[in-house]
Antibody
Framework: EVQLLESGGGLVQPGGSLRLSCVAS????????VTWVRQAPGKGLDWVSV????????YYADSVKGRFTISRDTSKNTLYLEMNGLRAEDTAVYYC???????????????????WGQGTLVTVSS | QSALTQPASVSGSPGQSITISCTGT?????????VSWYQQHPGKAPKLIIY???NRPSGVSNRFSGSKSGNTASLTISGLQAEDEADYYC???????????FGTGTKVTVL
């Protein structure tokens, strides 16, 4: 069974940093794209970043580009989201999900986000 | 990149059919077949119910169906049941800088 489990959320001051983790089981993260999506309290879903294919190409939403870094540790089958320069508007539940833009095998395609982890809450406040 | 436009709320009685629209542009919904739909119950993670416009993952009820015409995708729920009461979001790949865009979300109420 494919599962994802996020951790690392918490309360951080504006301008601070946080690293989120997403442990994957049931599949090997280097063989699939894996995506971060966030949801501010009471708001809709917002795509954040994806790391795709065996080359580990990365893509970011304009709102986080230059502040967030997505990476993975193949030995731990774990995905990370390093978040720096945090702002109040980054407050959200952060989900990781299997799927996204992938360019494995010489062609590019999009796979749906499935499944999702349970999410981890990040609160940016003084 | 603006979010895809969905109605804020849709309601129906048990057994009825409802349709949720998702309107984008030729840069996203209209230009690609990478449209997905997600169901989210309160306090829970989203769940994939439709992908590639009209395909259902294994285990998803056939009461859920998807379609697309031009820049608008649609999700139809037939034989509405109490358990269908949830928020629904569409999503599309986009040629813009942000690879993916979500819809504004639709709250479905079963009367």
């Amino acid at each position: 069974e494919v599962q994802l489990l996020e951790s690392g959320g918490g309360l951080v001051q504006p301008g601070g940093s946080l690293r989120l983790s997403c442990v994957a089981s049931g599949f090997t993260i280097t063989n699939y794209a894996v995506t971060w999506v966030r949801q501010a309290p009471g708001k809709g879903l917002d795509w954040v970043s994806v790391i795709s294919d065996s080359a580990g190409r990365t893509y970011y939403a304009d709102s986080v580009k230059g502040r967030f870094t997505i990476s993975r540790d193949t030995s731990k089958n774990t995905l990370y989201l390093e978040m720096n320069g945090l702002r109040a508007e980054d407050t959200a539940v952060y989900y990781c999900a299997k799927g996204g833009w992938d360019c494995s095998g010489g062609s590019c395609y999009s796979s749906p986000f499935d499944p999702w982890g349970q999410g981890t809450l990040v609160t940016v406040s003084s | 990149q603006s979010a895809l436009t969905q109605p804020a709320s849709v309601s129906g009685s048990p057994g009825q059919s409802i349709t949720i629209s998702c309107t984008g542009t030729s840069s996203d919904v209209g230009g690609y077949n990478y449209v997905s739909w997600y169901q989210q119950h309160p306090g829970k993670a989203p769940k994939l119910i439709i992908y590639a416009i009209r395909n259902r993952p294994s285990g998803v009820s056939n009461r859920f169906s998807g379609s697309k015409s031009g820049n608008t995708a649609s999700l139809t729920i037939s034989g509405l049941q109490a358990e269908d009461e949830a928020d629904y979001y569409c999503s599309s790949y986009t040629i813009s800088n942000n690879l993916y865009v979500f819809g504004t979300g639709t709250k479905v109420t079963v009367l």
